[in-house]
Structure formats: C-alpha cells, structure tokens
C-alpha cells in the first residue's frame, strides 16, 4: 500500500512538471497576426519590428525585419535599409500586452541555415549586464534550423549574431516574471547591439 501511494505521489509530481514545462511560450514570425511589413532577404526593409508581438511578452530593438526565407523569419537591418541577414537582431522581454520589464528563466531560439558555432545568442539582466551566451550548436529545432539555449535566472534581453548569414524562425522562452522598476538600460534604436559591439571592442 505504500508502495502504491508513492508511485502515485511521483506521478502527480511528474504531472505538475509536465503542467509547469507546458507554460512554455513558442512565437513565430506569424504569431499575432504576422508577418508584419514582409520584406525581401538582402532587399530594402519595409519597415522595423518593434511591439508586433508584445501581446506574447516579446518586443524588438527596432532593427529588425520579417523575410519570407522560407519559412518567414526575423533578420537584421543594417545601416542602409537593407535587411542583409548577417545584422545582429536585439529584443526584450515585457509582461504580456503591456509595457512592464519582464524576465525569463530559459530561452531558445531557432536560428538559421547557419553553420553550427557561427551565431552567438548573448543574453542581459534588467541593468544591461550580460548574464551569458551560448552558440547554434544545441541541436535543431522544428524548421530544421539551429539552437541556441540557455537556462539562466533574469534574462530580460537578448541579441543574436554571427558570423554567418541567417534568420530567426522562432523563440520560445519560460514563463515570465514581472521586474517592478527597472533601472539604466537602453533599449531601442540598437541600445542592445551596440552594447554587444562595445563589449567585443573591449575583449
């Protein structure tokens, strides 16, 4: 009888790991009605993502665009308009359909046809210090693209570059948690990749 009541306590604890792991947020670039201002790889941007997907919790830096690869994609827009797929792409985290700093404790992404080890995932807290940074080498993900994972406590913001041309197809991170008042960090406008340039001129 024991026996049996603690084979049932483990599958009701397996259960909630389960329910717990399922509060995973998956998002596309055709989540929330997207894709938004479709433009051409290697082509002139139409415009710039920025809140499009606020309503899942995910905003971006402004320098980014959505590509018909297929399938669509997220890439970066350099200094031109062009959306060349090899510019870094900047976002952050907010609690869902509002303006409030949030955080996540595991994000992965789905990043391109790219070479594995040639597209770093760099990831920062609230105050804009950088938490941790994994490469594509974690495997593939649905669109038959690369991984890059990482499970870290406070993530709030991410970039991602390379050295090889790529896209994003999709980001999925853990359940966020609002961060009440956050302090210095520059968000928009390319705040997170020039951080990233910075960081890399000092090493």
């Known amino acids: 009888m024991v026996k049996r009541l603690r084979l049932v ?3 009701l604890m397996a259960g909630v790991a389960l329910t717990g792991s399922a509060q995973a947020t998956i998002i596309t670039p055709d989540s929330f009605g997207g894709p ?5 790889p290697f082509g002139s941007a ?3 993502i920025t809140t499009e997907y606020a309503a899942g919790g995910l905003v971006f830096d402004g320098a980014v665009a ?3 690869d297929p399938p669509h994609a997220w890439g970066g827009i350099n200094g031109t308009n062009v959306v060349d797929l090899i510019s870094p792409v900047g976002g952050y985290f907010v609690m869902p359909s509002s303006s409030i700093f949030a955080t996540t404790g595991f994000l992965s992404v789905e990043i391109g ?3 594995v080890g040639s597209l770093l995932l760099s990831v920062f807290d609230v105050n804009g210090n950088l ?3 994994s490469l594509n080498d974690d495997g593939f993900g649905p669109n038959g693209r690369t991984l890059a994972t990482l499970s870290l406590p406070g993530m709030h913001c991410f970039v ?3 050295t090889d041309t790529w896209g994003m197809n999709q980001i999925e991170f853990s359940e966020l948690e609002a961060v009440p008042e956050p302090t210095t960090l520059v968000l928009l406008g390319g705040g997170l990749v020039g951080l ?3 960081r890399r001129r000092r090493s």
């Open 131 to 133: 938490l941790g940074s």
């Open 160 to 162: 991602i570059s390379g």
């Open 36 to 40: 938004f201002c479709l433009s051409s």
């Open 9 to 11: 306590a483990l599958v």
């Open 113 to 115: 046809d790219a070479a």
């Open 196 to 198: 990233v340039a910075r």
């Open 66 to 68: 959505v590509f018909d």
């Open 46 to 48: 139409a415009c710039g």
